[in-house]
Structures are given as structure tokens and as C-alpha cells.
T-cell receptor
Framework: DAGVTQSPTHLIKTRGQQVTLRCSPK?????VSWYQQALGQGPQFIFQ???????QRGNFPDRFSGHQFPNYSSELNVNALLLGDSALYLC??????????????FGPGTRLTVL | GENVEQHPSTLSVQEGDSAVIKCTYSDSASNYFPWYKQELGKGPQLIID?????GEKKDQRIAVTLNKTAKHFSLHITETQPEDSAVYFC??????????????FGKGTTLSVSS
């Protein structure tokens, strides 16, 4: 049973560019949440997708957007990159089909460096 | 806004000793409290969780206690081993009607177990 997978592992971009990160949830999971983890900090909630819609959003600007596909995989897009966007981006999957619906399992993350 | 405070930020113990990490949350509506272990270069791994209808939960050497009145919860690791060395994060749930569960994380505790 494959866990949560994310791609790419590492990414280097320059200020002003755009980036797309990808996530595939655990088998049987239908909900994907994205978190940003700055160095030395805890993860911060960006947003959550369920049934291909954004259901809940944290305190992040509109430069951060996402998408969920019919197979439950998800993308995180960040436009107009800033130096402060450098972080580990984590995807977490969960399910609403059966309890516990609040348990989230994390992927290995994508390390984004903005120069 | 919602907040989770975690203490201590660093903890050094000898192999075989016990380790305790404490967290305080602010949102009285929080009802789910997971603990994650994060090793260098990896995503957070769920190690134990507790819900608000339970005061204590144990899984082998790991236990978690919850005091909803005081909005405190703690992680207890007994008989520590060098492989327990990692960063530990506590989290509290934020649930919005029909929007699923998001997690608010503490800033983490770096646990070092020396042999």
C-alpha cells in the first residue's frame, strides 16, 4: 500500500517565477491538505481540497492556489515567487469516507528554494 | 487566532530516561490532538493521537495525556532509545462545518537521546 507521494523532491526557482508541486494521496484517501514548513518551524496549513474544491484555507495570499483531480491527486501552485516562499511543502492525505476522518498522513515533502 | 505553544524547544536525555513534551492550545473547539515525529529530510510521521473524549492513551513506550479544561496535552516517552532522537510536533485540530479538519502545529521539540 503506497503512502503519500510528492514530486519533485527538490526544486530551485528564482524570484518572480511560478512553481507547481504535485501530490498523490494514500490509497483510499480522498482529501488532500497542503502545509508550508519553514526551516526550524512547525508546518503551517495552506489549504485543503475535497471533491475537487478548496474547502478550507489558512492565512496565505492568493499567490497560492491549488487543484484536485478526479483521481484525488492534487497540485499546489505558487505564483510570483518571493524569497520567503523557500520552505518544505508538505502534502497530507485523509479520508471523509470512514472514521477517523481527522487523521492526516504526510508525504516526504518538496523542498523549494527561491533565489 | 488559533495557536499551539510547545515546550521545551530542545530536550536532551540519557538513554533509558523518560522524556516529556508539553503543549497548550487556544481554540476550545479543538477535539483532535496528534503528535508527529520528523526525522531529518523526511515528512512528519504520526506516532500517536488523542481525541477529546479520552484523557489518556498509551502505545508501548509512548503515551499522551489530555486536560481539556486547562487546554493542555503532553507526550510521554519512556525508556528512551537513540532512535527516538528527532523533532517532535504537537498539533490541534481546527474543524469548520462541512470543511474538514485542518491542523495547527507547535514549533517543535528537538529530542536528543545519548547512549
Amino acid at each position: 500500500d503506497a503512502g503519500v507521494t510528492q514530486s519533485p523532491t527538490h526544486l530551485i526557482k528564482t524570484r518572480g517565477q511560478q512553481v507547481t508541486l504535485r501530490c498523490s494521496p494514500k490509497s483510499g484517501h480522498d482529501t488532500v491538505s497542503w502545509y508550508q514548513q519553514a526551516l526550524g518551524q512547525g508546518p503551517q496549513f495552506i489549504f485543503q481540497y475535497y471533491e475537487e474544491e478548496e474547502r478550507q484555507r489558512g492565512n496565505f495570499p492568493d499567490r497560492f492556489s491549488g487543484h484536485q483531480f478526479p483521481n484525488y491527486s492534487s497540485e499546489l501552485n505558487v505564483n510570483a515567487l518571493l524569497l520567503g516562499d523557500s520552505a518544505l511543502y508538505l502534502c497530507a492525505s485523509s479520508t471523509r469516507q470512514a472514521p477517523p476522518t481527522d487523521t492526516q498522513y504526510f508525504g516526504p515533502g518538496t523542498r523549494l528554494t527561491v533565489l | 487566532g488559533e495557536n499551539v505553544e510547545q515546550h521545551p524547544s530542545t530536550l536532551s536525555v540519557q538513554e533509558g530516561d523518560s522524556a516529556v513534551i508539553k503543549c497548550t492550545y487556544s481554540d476550545s473547539a479543538s477535539n483532535y490532538f496528534p503528535w508527529y515525529k520528523q526525522e531529518l529530510g523526511k515528512g512528519p510521521q504520526l506516532i500517536i493521537d488523542i481525541r477529546s473524549n479520552v484523557g489518556e492513551k498509551k502505545d508501548q513506550r509512548i503515551a499522551v495525556t489530555l486536560n481539556k479544561t486547562a487546554k493542555h496535552f503532553s507526550l510521554h516517552i519512556t525508556e528512551t532509545q537513540p532512535e527516538d532522537s528527532a523533532v517532535y510536533f504537537c498539533a490541534a485540530s481546527i474543524a469548520r462545518w462541512r470543511a474538514g479538519t485542518a491542523l495547527i502545529f507547535g514549533k517543535g521539540t528537538t529530542l536528543s537521546v545519548s547512549s
